[in-house]
């Protein structure tokens, strides 16, 4: 049941993904991340009291970097979804476990002293490899968007996977720390209201579109539903090997994006771009396995 859950998730997240490439037609990504971020707070301020959950916190800090760093991930995938196929946009975002990989990578190295007494980590070669994959398929996939002078929106799409690590490893310290899902989501929406608003004395706002503007509701209904699904897809994976398989199918919804992109837009990608695609992919479900032999037992990522 927990495999359905995710796949369910995923859908959710794509099907955002749609209404933000829509609702960008008529507001800006300052404008997205705020409006999902009021649209959050509601919805989860009404599944804390449901669940008696308290919305205060021991750890404001904490919160405050994940908010952070969250939204400017959200931030900057709103703004790939805008400016590329909704199927590029989605894959870059969730380089999030590469990205995870290469800090481990990169910290592991850093720490290593070469000598008889410490050899070299397990899985370090194995790690190296599934980064450099990644990073190779990132190429593949962004080459058709320098062709067509998109270059920049890729660096924001790459962007957004990063900081999405960022946000997921402090979700991992949170979860630890005992944090209600509920709670660290809600605050989560908060920043990215407060984030979102700021951020709009700089943007401006655009005139309101009238009907169109409904389009706002289900991104951040289908943000919600998205984590609610995902945080009930783990909770149900009892074992490590269920954690792997929910963990994993996330990638579902890069199949969708895809699906997506070529029926509702019209998006027409290259084989090479579809090939980066599948070695992103690959990459992450690599790390993600790798990752779990090294710590089992870690949270879901949140979008």
């Not at 449901?50 to 991930?73: C, D, E, F, I, N």
């Not at 709103?78 to 990989?101: D, E, G, K, Q, R």
């Not at 450099?132 to 929106?153: K, T």
Request: hydrophobic share 55%; charged share 5%; aromatic share 10%.
């Amino acid at each position: 049941m927990q495999a359905l859950w995710m796949v369910l998730a995923a859908f959710l997240f794509a099907s955002m993904g749609v209404c933000v490439k829509i609702a960008s037609a008529h507001f800006n990504s300052a404008e997205l991340v705020c409006y999902r971020g009021l649209i959050g707070m509601a919805i989860l301020w009404l599944l804390a009291r449901s669940q008696k959950v308290t919305l205060g916190t021991a750890y404001p800090g904490m919160h405050a970097w994940r908010s952070l760093v969250g939204v400017a991930s959200l931030g900057a995938w709103f703004y790939a979804i805008a400016h590329l196929p909704l199927a590029t946009a989605m894959t870059l975002n969730y380089m999030s476990s590469v990205w995870i990989a290469a800090f481990l990578v990169g910290g592991t190295l850093l720490a290593w002293r070469p000598s008889a007494a410490t050899p070299r980590p397990a899985l370090q070669g194995t790690l190296i490899v599934t980064v450099l994959a990644g990073f190779v398929g990132v190429v593949m996939m962004l080459r058709p968007s320098l062709d067509q002078n998109q270059a920049f929106a890729g660096m924001i799409g790459l962007l957004s996977g990063l900081s999405a690590a960022f946000a997921y490893m402090q979700v991992v310290a949170l979860s630890r720390l005992g944090e209600p899902e509920s709670r660290t989501v809600f605050y989560f929406a908060l920043g990215s209201a407060v984030a979102g608003g700021g951020a709009l004395l700089f943007t401006g706002v655009s005139a309101w579109p009238g009907w169109q503007a409904l389009w706002l509701l289900p991104i951040g209904i289908l943000a919600a539903g998205g984590q609610l699904c995902m945080t009930k897809a783990y909770a149900s994976a009892k074992t490590q090997r269920g954690t792997l398989v929910v963990a994993n199918l996330q990638y579902s919804g890069i199949v969708f994006a895809a699906l997506y992109s070529v029926l509702l837009f019209g998006d027409v990608l290259p084989p090479i771009a579809w090939a980066g695609m599948v070695l992103i992919v690959g990459s992450g479900i690599a790390a993600t396995v790798l990752r779990a032999r090294a710590a089992p037992g870690t949270p879901a990522e949140e979008h």
